[in-house]
């Protein structure tokens, strides 16, 4: 599963060049895949001209849906991360959940994951 913050940085000129030679190869190797909140948060942002480059590249991975349980799952990840005074966006949060219900990877740039796994997805794989 490729983040929004993996993206990004793979569209960026400046990009961080590593981050970019993984995206890449993910996406050579067809096994891209990215959630809806993520379409959201893409296209928000996206100016009239960069669309049909953010539907190019799209087009080489496979969106996954967000079920009903996803979010439940997710709305009690909340609650035992705000016991530990912890906050993290919750599009992150129900990102980390259907990639952990999955047994999938992550390739995301963004501390948030990392916290994630630390304090409530032991078992959430990142890249």
Not at 36 to 43: D, G, H, I
Not at 71 to 83: E, F, M, T
Request: hydrophobic share 45%; charged share 25%.
């Amino acid at each position: 599963m490729i983040n929004t913050s993996a993206w990004i940085e793979f569209l960026r000129r400046a990009g961080d060049p590593k981050l970019k030679a993984q995206v890449g190869d993910i996406l050579a190797s067809g096994r891209a895949a990215y959630t809806c909140p993520f379409r959201l948060e893409r296209y928000a942002g996206a100016r009239k001209a960069e669309r049909r480059t953010r539907d190019e590249a799209l087009s080489f991975a496979r969106r996954v849906e967000v079920t009903p349980e996803h979010w439940d799952a997710a709305a009690g990840y909340v609650s035992r991360l705000r016991a530990k005074s912890i906050t993290v966006p919750a599009s992150d949060l129900l990102v980390a959940t259907v990639v952990a219900e999955m047994g999938a990877a992550l390739v995301a740039h963004d501390e948030h994951f990392g916290m994630i796994r630390a304090n409530v997805l032991p078992e959430l794989k990142l890249v």
